[in-house]
């Protein structure tokens, strides 16, 4: 299902150079705009409305000692802490 999920998450706010109005590389940005200045291969600006967040079910194939990620061999307990900010970010 697809959600409106607002303005930008905190974290991501705090990782913007400037959001709302700021002026990142000398030039206004408008209100609702979201900029990351040191986004590679070039800085990357957009409105907030046409933004979207995309999360894959990383659970089962990623995190789970029985998903594809252990069957190759890897550590996926490690991982596993990434579960509990994804859950707030999708509340």
Not at 2 to 31: C, E, H, N
Not at 52 to 57: R, Y
Not at 64 to 81: E, I, K, M
């Amino acid at each position: 299902a697809v959600r409106a999920l607002g303005p930008a998450p905190s974290t991501l706010k705090k990782a913007a150079k400037a959001v709302d109005g700021g002026s990142p590389m000398g030039r206004p940005v408008p209100k609702g705009t979201l900029t990351l200045p040191s986004a590679r291969p070039s800085p990357f600006v957009a409105p907030c409305a046409k933004l979207a967040l995309v999360m894959i079910d990383f659970q089962k194939d990623f995190l789970s000692p029985t998903g594809f990620a252990a069957s190759l061999g890897n550590d996926v307990t490690r991982l596993q802490s990434c579960i509990p900010p994804a859950e707030k970010l999708l509340a």
